[in-house]
């Protein structure tokens, strides 16, 4: 049964759209895990447009169930992970100017950075997790850096216009999911996924665990953040 680690960020982006202390990503973690979430997720970004440093504290503090920390590889970041402590560190690829992440890391390109980063974070006994596109020479890479999980990247299946963009960049997760189970990696998914693209899912039981959190966030303006939650991991429950 796969599980699903809320992304409570966008709560974030609401505070500080008036830069004030309200609503609180803090709060929304809580209702997230009363609603069932297996785990909350925050990124906490080099210019901190929406997390603050001050949000992973006290999550550390109060998550009951995981805390998984997005961040870039950068010293700064790994420093505050080694303080902080999160359950779980998923590195990501960062650029200033974009709205959201874009793309996987590239460990070919990265590789001997991002290995040194695994090893750091590993030997505070954090598990790490590699956030990739779905692209088969990157997951072996994953692999061979001793990486915990990877996170295929779903945003090119999940922005997918067309019917047959939407079969050929499915067939890429598929195939992704399955050679990293093969590897031994354990196999999470997330960006862009909807209460719609969720579906697509089903019977796909190599992936462990999926990262939702625009959607939820979303949904939760209108109904609240628990029943958000409900929703979402009612469907998860039915794929
Ligand atoms: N996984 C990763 C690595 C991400 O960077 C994000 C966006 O912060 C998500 C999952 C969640 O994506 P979304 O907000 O589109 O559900």
Redesign the pocket.
Known sequence: MAQLAV?V??VATLREARGINYPDPVGAAVAAETAGADGI?V?LREDRRHIKERDVRLLRKIVQTKLIL?MASSNEMLGIALDIKPDCV?L?PEKREEL??EGGLDLITHQDHIREAVTTLKNAGIAVCI?IDPDLDQIKIAHKIDADMI?I?T?AFCDAVTKLQKQREFLRIVDAAKIGTKLKLEVNA????SYNTIKAFKGLTEISEF??????VSRAILTGMEQAVRDMKQLILAL
């Open positions: 992304n960020d966008h997720v990124h997005e998923t990501v959201t992440t956030f996170e990247h945003g997330g960006h862009g996924i990262s939702i959190g625009h959607s939820i």
